[in-house]
């Protein structure tokens, strides 16, 4: 498993020196950064981070506006997998690390689950089922073989969504499912930002297969809309070191089991 997954680690696209990566990540969690703060934080002058922010605007992690850095679309799948990539990663290899030769397995949209869809694309010969667009092509050359729900496409998350794909993921079947969340709370459970999104998942969760969340802590207390399903639905949360203490004895007061992974 060790050697796949290295294989599948060298493909994706980390040129991005630390600098860069900590720019990236400052501008994701505010949004809106002015270029002379930017040179601040990371100790280097406002013409070396133009260059910086010129090669993260061409790769599309993120806008500029004049004298200012602008986080990119916070639904767009690559953005967000560039967000705590490392954390992911680890988190992402774990997940891999428990699906089995010859299984066939659900992979929920997510950065996270995108991840984890490029390390199956070298390392396992597996069918995956998903509703995701961009996890499809991810695998459109691995041994997996794909199957993608039909239904309406939504664009920005390159999701399927609607009756049409909640009618096809009721006629399959799957030994294990990895969802992601946008928010976990005591008093709400897991939740998603998007109805449409989250009626799919709560129709995966139903299918009764071991049903993994697979998510970095940053989500934990935040609350959005719409209900992911009933928490013992749930066979473990799998999530980083960095989960609260308050979180955790939630999650266990809930019987909600979990598995804390430390960046590598």
Known sequence: MRSGIAAALSDFPERMNDRQQRILQYVTDNQRVAVAELAGITGVSVVTVRHDLNYLEQGAYLKREHGFAVAADNDSVDTRMRSNFQTKKSLAEYAASLIDEGETVFIENGSTNAILARLLAQARSITVITASVHIANLLRESRCEVILLGGVLQKRSESMVGPLARLALEQVHFSKAFIGIDGYHADTGF???????AEIVATALRKCACNYVLTDST???????????????IHEVITDAH??????????????RYT?????
């Open 243 to 256: 989960l609260p203490v308050l979180f955790r004895q939630q999650l266990e007061h809930d019987g909600v």
């Open 219 to 233: 989500k934990f207390g935040e609350i959005h809309p719409h209900s992911l399903g009933e928490l013992f639905l």
């Open 260 to 264: 804390l992974i430390d960046e590598k």
């Open 191 to 197: 939740t998603g930002r998007d109805m449409m999104r």
